[in-house]
């Protein structure tokens, strides 16, 4: 009777010592092995937070991107920055402006070629032409340079149109400066329809913006202290129209 007892202790023994060597396969039965996996599965907001990802802004353009007359915080790619920013919250976001008021398409093009640009950007922004407008330039000059700074954001947009994002120009007449003239919306239209018809001819996204700025005269807070620039509040409204497209294609998607 010892010996069988002994018998049966030995060979509990030695196979839990089996059973704990790291060459040892272990059968889960198929329940147990659900339980285990539904224990240890991982939400989707544990793996986002895990990980780190760094996200590239460039904007370019003219007065209307630089924020004329605006703080510095109230323009609409700063808007844009941190509106991203409370959307992912763990991402690195950094912003570079290429921008200045008076610039024309051409300024634009000189000043792009000055820098030393890399070409991964995550997002590019252009809104271009109103200084064209206002100068007087010939409209042909604007049908030149215009695909050229296109072709010039698709290529530091690590040559992927689809992380560009196009915006109408403003129109200054619904402004105290601009004082509702009808020539300058006439002409606006003109540049606005030429850009949506580039756009959609090549499949780039172009956001209107250009109504909320023709409410200018009737709201004036939607217009800068100095009469002529959109105001932070109507920055802000470019943003909400801007915003979605921007999520979209740097990959975001709500929990």
Not at 16 to 32: P, Q, R, W
Not at 104 to 109: E, K, R, S, V, Y
Not at 156 to 185: E, H, M, R, W
Request: charged residues 20%; proline residues 4%; aromatic residues 12%.
């Amino acid at each position: 009777m010892k010996l069988k007892y002994a018998l049966l202790f030995f060979s509990l023994g030695y196979f839990l010592f089996i059973g704990c060597s790291s060459n040892a396969e272990i059968y889960v039965d198929e329940e147990t092995q659900k339980e285990i996996i539904d224990d240890t599965e991982f939400s989707n907001d544990t793996v986002q937070n895990t990980i780190q990802k760094n996200l590239k802004i460039l904007a370019l353009g003219d007065s209307y991107t630089i924020g004329e007359s605006v703080c510095n915080s109230c323009k609409f790619p700063e808007q844009l920055k941190d509106s991203i920013i409370e959307k992912v919250k763990d991402w690195n976001v950094s912003l570079k402006v290429i921008a200045r008021t008076g610039w024309t398409t051409g300024a634009l093009i000189s000043a792009i070629n000055n820098e030393t640009l890399s070409e991964d950007y995550d997002l590019v922004t252009l809104l271009i032409g109103v200084n064209n407008q206002y100068q007087g330039a010939p409209f042909e000059i604007f049908e030149k340079e215009f695909p050229e700074l296109v072709i010039k954001a698709n290529k530091l947009a690590q040559a992927k149109k689809s992380n560009v994002i196009i915006i109408s120009i403003p129109d200054y007449a619904f402004t105290p400066f601009g004082n509702g003239n009808p020539s300058i919306t006439e002409d606006i239209n003109t540049y606005n329809s030429y850009i949506e018809n580039y756009c959609n001819a090549y499949n780039i996204t172009y956001v209107y913006i250009t109504d909320i700025t023709r409410k200018g005269l009737d709201n004036p807070n939607l217009v800068a202290s100095d009469g002529l620039h959109p105001s932070e509040f109507a920055y802000t409204q470019f943003v909400s129209r801007i915003l979605p497209h921007a999520l979209e294609k740097i990959g975001y998607t709500s929990q």
